[in-house]
């Protein structure tokens, strides 16, 4: 996957050691020193090297800085939401294997934190070694997201890594917002799965990717079909009264993901689309049915 660059890497540099200078520390970042990291907003750089202050500092050689282009007319805006969303998470805990990176620095458009060795959910999907558990922590936190009716603007398979231990952690805390209109937060997780190239827009729809996109389905429908947050439809036992609600969310998804991605699709190609996922779903179900609630 390609960095999303903006801005040359050395103005960007150059903009982040100009805020450095402000906080006093005796620290140049040298583009020798720094991978980008893929981010559709910001720029994350990963530091490596550091000077031996800072790594004594914080105790640890490598950081990860997310800077908030100051250009951006509601970047400061979004520091604030992250760093408040930070704060949330960190007082209120609810599984010690899902996590937030840890915030080691913060200073106006810069947050830095402690590198995480590991890989994100969507490279372990490609991979094909996306393991059960990690599917089942995602799913405990979604469902404990809303039912503090929040939600997860940016809800992809991307905005989560795995270090080598099966712990999660969530990462771009500034797209969580205060919103009880979760469905649509679930559908984007859901088309998260079956939307990498080649996927659903191609007319594919890869067995592996669909088993743990159901899977994950499965936990969250599990988690929360006695609180009341669901219609009844939404944690059916009837194969079709289930399948066509979550098909339902589904196709809105896609189409608002299709929209952002450009695609020129025609209502017959999304109808097409609807098809294969409705035979796909039910097809599943068949062969391994949900456990009785």
Known sequence: M????????????????????????NLQIKIENVEFQKSKKNYVLKIFNLP????????????IIKY??????????RWRNELRWYSYFLKNPFDSKIKTAQLLYSHPFLLFFRYIPGKNLQNLLIEQNLNNYLIESLSKWFSYLHQQKLI?????LINFLSDNHNNLYIIDLEEISLNSEFLSDLGEILC????????????????????KMILFLQYYT???SNKKILPKEAVSSKIY???SFWINIFMLSLKKIATRRNLKLNQEYFTKIESLLTSCLIEYMRKNPFPKR
């Open 192 to 211: 998260s799965f079956i939307t990498l190239t080649p996927g659903i827009f191609e007319g594919y729809i890869n067995p592996y990717a669909f088993s």
């Open 52 to 63: 031996r202050n800072l790594e004594e500092k914080f105790h640890v050689k490598d950081i």
């Open 152 to 156: 997860f603007k940016d809800a992809r």
């Open 2 to 25: 390609d960095v999303i660059i903006r801005k040359n890497r050395n103005e960007i540099i150059e903009e982040i050691n100009s805020l450095m200078e402000k906080m006093n520390w």
């Open 68 to 77: 908030f282009d100051r250009s951006i007319p509601d970047s400061e805006s």
């Open 222 to 224: 599990n988690l929360n």
């Open 241 to 243: 009264e289930f399948s």
